[in-house]
């Protein structure tokens, strides 16, 4: 795992550091990194694009150093000399000093092949103007690799969130630390390969929340004396009328993450009686279900039924461990008193798996309002609910009840496909059950949920027409590959 910060943090790294040069080498770092891209092109043209404050600045140093080593190097400066601060201003005069010249908009007729993006990093406190927005729109319509320093122009670093207008860089050198905005909504889009350099500073403050970037904590190795019973159980209920595979695809993903036995509940009355796909599922009445399993799953097709809610209920009031996903989430929104129910459960023991739209459910706001700073909303749901939250999608987030949080960094886009969130609630529930405690199988399920996706995809399994079963399956050589090789 990787620390990220918040804006307040990095901004407090750099003023205990204002005397170290902090500017001078994020140039330098920035120029390095440039020359190593081009390392093909000879006699490269490159244009640097540098904004009105420090982000600027950095540019202004990587392109003197730039041209030092013999590239033609075209500036662009968006901003006014007199109000830049005091280091970029000492950049814009020393690139001025080494016969370096300034433009104020794009040079028509010349070819670049590297841009250098150094319009706004952490300082960017709104939509951008229409001068930016244009400048950004046209430097996108080149087709030509950028090089974002800090982060895109244009991304809220808080938040992954579009301002008005983004550059997609194909590189995003950060300085000091890695923000979350380069993780989670439409930063992965726009960062391309995120390189980091610390600019000297070893001694970092603690991270505001974490990257997981790494298989986080596994369940202990199996003992070889043990029996289906040493792996817990899980129950999954769900599965109404016309959604019966959603329950399935839980109880198969939990077989496939290792459960010792899983026991399904289906409350369609045309269910059936056996998964003729995975006979090793057991199929129960769903209200009988829960007293088979040490950890439960509820939702999934689950609809919104007199019945379903009663089911709910008394779930809610038993004391297992319970990830509640779907249409769980969606009754939970429209009962009030099942929500009083929550609060009375011991901490740690709910986990809710809400995408984005259900996540708006929940909070009573629009999906646009979940989006617009994904963190803040898990954070929201966890102390609301008092339960872990994945707030699902690009860079799901993962927040506790105690404030902590954590950005997922595995998956891609061929997990946009139904049954996904499915898998994800089967794969958390087996972990659970074998003896990890529910923040830790959250932890891992993502990761090794969005893992087993890109694994796919590397062996051109996806992303177009991957499907959740084969996510799930992908998932079981991952957790195995991991724990026994
Ligand atoms: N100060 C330092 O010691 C260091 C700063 N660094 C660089 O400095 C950056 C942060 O610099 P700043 O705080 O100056 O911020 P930025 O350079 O990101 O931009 C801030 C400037 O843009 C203006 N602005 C914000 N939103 C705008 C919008 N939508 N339209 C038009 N103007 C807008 C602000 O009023 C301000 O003038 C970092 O991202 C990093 O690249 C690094 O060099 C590390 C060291
Ligand atoms: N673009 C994406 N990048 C990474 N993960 C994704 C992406 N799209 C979907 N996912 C993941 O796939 C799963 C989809 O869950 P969900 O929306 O609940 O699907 P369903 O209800 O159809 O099963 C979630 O774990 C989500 O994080
Ligand atoms: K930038």
Redesign the pocket.
């Known amino acids: 795992m990787k620390p990220l910060y918040a804006q307040s943090q990095l901004r407090a790294m750099?003023q205990a550091?204002?005397h170290d040069g902090?500017?001078e080498k994020?140039?330098a770092a920035a120029a390095r990194l440039a020359s190593s891209l081009l390392l093909t092109v000879s006699g490269a043209r490159i244009l640097v694009l540098a904004?009105?404050?420090?982000?600027?600045?950095?540019a202004l140093v990587a392109a003197r150093y730039l041209r030092q080593q013999g590239y033609q190097v075209d500036v662009v400066f968006t901003?006014t000399y007199a109000?830049l601060?005091p280091?970029?201003r000492a950049a814009y005069e020393a690139w001025l000093a080494d016969g370096g010249e300034i433009a104020s908009g794009l040079p028509q007729g010349r070819e670049w092949q590297l841009i250098v993006d150094?319009l706004?990093?952490?300082?960017?406190?709104?939509?951008?103007?229409a001068l930016?927005r244009d400048l950004v729109q046209q430097v996108n319509a080149m087709g030509v690799p950028v090089l974002s320093?800090?982060?895109p122009t244009g991304i809220c670093m808080h938040t992954g969130r579009v301002?008005?207008a983004a550059v997609c860089a194909a590189h995003t050198l950060t300085?000091?630390g890695l923000k979350p905005g380069l993780y989670t909504q439409d930063g992965p889009d726009h960062a391309g390969q995120v390189y980091l350099d610390n600019?000297g500073l070893n001694a970092a403050p603690p991270a505001a929340g974490f990257l997981v970037d790494v298989p986080p904590a596994l369940p202990a190795r199996r003992r070889l004396n043990s029996h289906k019973g040493s792996h817990g159980s899980v129950g999954v209920i769900g599965g109404a009328e016309h959604m019966v595979g959603a329950v399935l695809l839980a109880g198969r993903a939990a077989l496939r993450a290792g459960a010792g036995r899983v026991y399904c509940g289906l409350l369609a009355g045309s269910a059936p009686a056996l998964d003729q796909g995975q006979a090793e599922l057991m199929l129960r009445d769903a209200a009988s279900v829960p007293q088979f399993a040490t950890v439960m799953v509820a939702g999934p097709g689950m609809g919104q039924s007199d019945t379903a809610v009663s089911l709910l209920h008394s779930l809610l009031e038993l004391s297992q461990l319970l990830i509640l996903d779907a249409d769980a989430l969606n009754l939970l929104a429209a009962h009030p008193e099942l929500q009083a129910i929550l609060h009375q459960r011991k901490p740690g023991t709910l986990a809710i798996t809400p995408h984005p739209g259900e996540a708006a459910t929940l909070l009573h706001i629009t999906t646009a309002e979940v989006q617009a700073d994904r963190v803040a909303s898990a954070l929201r749901m966890a102390r609301e609910f008092g339960a872990i939250v994945v707030l699902k999608g690009c860079g799901s987030v993962v927040a506790l009840p105690d404030g902590r949080w954590f950005i997922n960094h595995s998956g891609n886009p061929g997990m946009a496909s139904a049954g996904m969130g499915d898998t994800l609630c089967g794969i958390i529930a087996a972990l659970a059950a074998q003896e990890m405690s529910l923040e830790e199988a959250v932890l891992l399920a993502v990761y090794l949920h969005g893992a087993a996706a890109d694994s796919l995809v590397a062996k051109g399994v996806g992303p177009v027409g991957m499907t959740a079963s084969e996510v799930a399956s992908e998932a079981r050589a991952l957790l195995n590959q991991w724990r026994y090789r």
Do not use: K
């Open positions: 750099e550091h204002a902090l500017m994020a140039g904004g009105p404050g420090n982000n600027g600045g950095d901003g109000s601060p280091d970029a150094g706004f990093g952490i300082g960017l406190t709104r939509e951008l103007d930016h320093l800090d982060i301002l008005g300085f000091l600019l």
